[in-house]
């Protein structure tokens, strides 16, 4: 299957390497997901949950010797157990925090640091508090999800408050959430006017020919689906590969597939061939049945 056209680029400009990178050789900077060979290292942006200053300017040093031109600080994993340490969207309630962490970062970081934030951890008021602190800081981009923490994914984005924080930021401002078809692409597009950079999420991984569609990117069904089988065939041996034949690589794939699903006719009917599987061989059999015996849905 290697060999066949793959349909999606390896690595999206959103992708994201979370690395949490306590000494200066840690472990998790000498993976494949990090390796300059197997990135592009122009466009991956690798991504740090973090709140010492000392490990991200660490961080940072590794990444931009490794080629890479930017790093991302995660502000906003809502996870409690992330959270509740202060990390993540758990950083926002605490602004003092924020302005001593920049101020030590750009003393000394030499490529470039784009943030990732929510509206806040308990309340989206929190953000009114930090956007007066990354804004005396040049940051590269600043992305934000305009939902809380406390949500994680419940309820709608709220792109009324994002687009009120518009005239109040200086870095390039980039919109995340609840960006599922062509059509809530161009909802949210005109609604947040002047912004014009965009991040996907859910909906690349429940449709990966979304950022392509929004592109004007067209396919007839028989491409979809043979592309999208490719792609999930070519994401699993990759996997398999990586994981030394462990099958703890299904219960990856089966996250994949809790999104993927609805791109499928049935999704209720494919997700119950993947979710109880527990087994390599079982695993295959039933990608090759969905492929087989249900249409994609776009
Ligand atoms: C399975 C999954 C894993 C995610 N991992 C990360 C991550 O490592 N770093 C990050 O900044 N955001 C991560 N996110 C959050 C997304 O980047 C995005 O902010 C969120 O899904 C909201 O956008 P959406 O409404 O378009 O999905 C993850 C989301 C999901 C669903």
């Not at 494949?32 to 122009?42: A, G, K, S, T, W």
């Not at 300017?57 to 890479?68: I, S, V």
């Not at 003393?107 to 929190?126: A, H, Q, T």
Request: glycine letters at 6%.
């Amino acid at each position: 299957m290697s060999s066949f056209f793959r349909p999606f680029p390896r690595h999206h400009r959103c992708a994201f390497f979370t690395g949490i990178h306590k000494e200066e050789h840690a472990k998790n900077l000498q993976g494949e997901e990090i390796d300059p060979r197997c990135n592009d290292v122009e466009t991956l942006t690798p991504q740090i949950l973090s709140t010492d200053a000392e490990e991200i300017l660490r961080f940072a040093k590794q990444c931009k010797q490794l080629g890479y031109k930017e790093i991302n600080l995660n502000m906003g994993c809502p996870f409690p157990r992330v959270a509740n340490k202060k990390r993540g969207c758990g950083l926002l309630p605490y602004p003092d925090m924020v302005e001593a962490m920049f101020k030590r970062i750009f003393e000394e970081i030499d490529i470039n640091f784009s943030v990732k934030c929510r509206l806040g951890y308990f309340s989206p008021d929190e953000i009114e508090a930090i956007i007066p602190i990354f804004n005396k800081f040049p940051l590269s981009e600043l992305i934000i999800h305009p939902r809380i923490g406390k949500q994680l994914y419940k309820g709608e984005a709220d792109v009324e408050r994002f687009k009120s924080l518009i005239p109040y930021i200086n870095a390039p401002l980039v919109y995340n959430g609840d960006i599922f078809s062509v059509e809530s692409f161009g909802r949210i597009h005109v609604a947040t006017q002047p912004v014009n950079r965009f991040m996907l999420g859910r909906g690349l991984l429940t449709n990966p020919f979304l950022a392509e569609e929004i592109r004007g990117g067209a396919w007839n069904a028989p491409e979809r689906t043979e592309h999208l089988h490719v792609y999930v065939i070519d994401l699993y041996e990759d996997r398999l590969r990586h994981a030394g034949g462990s099958p703890k690589v299904l219960g990856r794939m089966k996250e994949l597939w809790s999104y993927l699903m609805y791109s499928f006719e049935e999704p209720q009917v494919v997700w119950r061939k993947i979710k109880k599987i527990n087994a390599l061989r079982e695993y295959e059999e039933a990608v090759e049945e969905v492929f087989k015996s249900i249409e994609l849905n776009f």
